[in-house]
């Protein structure tokens, strides 16, 4: 099967499909080298909210991969964003790392330390220092009014050794302690493809996702009527297709693969 030459824009996951942790997934910069050479549009879209734009420029680039600030888009991004917009200067409660704190600083959020207890919001992202009191903290402000916010709803996340609970896993601590579910803006809700498409000019029309997630990656992809392939290097593999509705266009062994059929689509006359 081979993806029509319509499609121009390039929306790739990261974790999964380009690396693991620091380790490049094989054919990862080939394939991105290659996107540019064809001159498609490439657009980094990835659920994890621990880097900032600009360390994820610096990982990818520490891999053979160039990509600029303004084809980074994660998830810490766009749940700054629509809060910025939504409250500009709000008072948050932040459970992450670096990269969503950059994120939210740089919009003009005022992120506290607590007690007191009194913020307008709760947002949580990974964590790999999450513990009892970050979800002790999290749950009395948000039973004291806060609105609850998640960057992504991944139960989990990929490392060169295995996999580690996610952002998911956290914000199902804090739901359960807090009786209150989360407003979650990452793949697959709406809010991730919208700002997306905003900010690059993207025609859905002209648009692939590459992905290794069914129920993130996919999942938007078919929500919203984007072609959409299954890398099988990160987290979802063939025998995962039977449990789940969302149904990727194509499935790839890996990006090595994918490059060989752009290569043949190509050359097809």
């Known amino acids: 099967m081979f993806v029509d030459r319509r499609y121009r824009n390039f929306i790739i996951d990261m974790d999964g499909v380009i690396y693991r942790g620091n380790t490049p997934?094989?054919?990862?910069?080939?394939?991105?080298?290659?996107?540019?050479?064809?001159?498609?549009?490439?657009?980094?879209?990835?659920?994890?909210?621990?880097?900032?734009?600009?360390?994820?420029?610096?990982?990818l680039s520490n891999m053979g991969i160039k990509a600029r600030e303004e084809e980074i888009v994660s998830s810490g991004l766009i749940t700054a964003y629509c809060l910025s917009k939504e409250n500009p200067g709000a008072s948050l409660y932040v459970i992450g790392e670096e990269g969503l704190r950059e994120e939210l600083g740089q919009r003009g959020m005022n992120l506290v330390e607590v007690p007191p207890y009194q913020?307008?919001?709760?947002?949580?992202?990974?964590?790999?220092?999450?513990?009892?009191?970050?979800?002790?903290?999290?749950?009395?402000?948000?039973?004291?009014?806060?609105?609850?916010?998640?960057?992504?709803?991944?139960?989990?996340?990929?490392?060169?050794?295995?996999?580690?609970p996610g952002c998911g896993a956290i914000l199902a601590s804090i739901e359960v302690s807090s009786g209150v579910k989360p407003r979650v803006f990452g793949k697959p809700y709406p809010e991730s493809l919208q700002f997306l498409l905003e900010i690059t000019g993207f025609e859905k029309e002209e648009t692939v996702i590459v992905g290794d997630r069914l129920d993130?990656?996919?999942?938007?992809?078919?929500?919203?009527?984007?072609?959409?392939?299954l890398v099988l290097t990160g987290v979802s593999k063939k025998e995962d297709l039977a449990h789940f509705?969302?149904?990727?266009?194509?499935?790839?062994?890996?990006?090595?693969?994918?490059?060989?059929?752009?290569?043949?689509?190509?050359?097809v006359k």
């Open 216 to 229: 993130t990656d996919i999942k938007l992809a078919e929500d919203f009527g984007l072609f959409s392939i």
């Open 25 to 59: 997934l094989p054919h990862s910069a080939e394939f991105i080298n290659f996107l540019r050479e064809i001159d498609a549009k490439v657009v980094f879209f990835s659920n994890n909210s621990t880097l900032s734009r600009k360390q994820y420029v610096e990982k």
């Open 119 to 164: 913020v307008d919001g709760v947002v949580v992202g990974m964590d790999r220092q999450f513990n009892f009191k970050k979800m002790s903290n999290a749950m009395r402000c948000i039973l004291n009014g806060a609105s609850f916010y998640g960057t992504n709803p991944d139960p989990s996340f990929p490392t060169e050794d295995g996999f580690i």
């Open 245 to 267: 509705s969302a149904r990727p266009d194509m499935v790839v062994e890996n990006l090595g693969v994918l490059k060989e059929l752009l290569s043949q689509n190509r050359e």
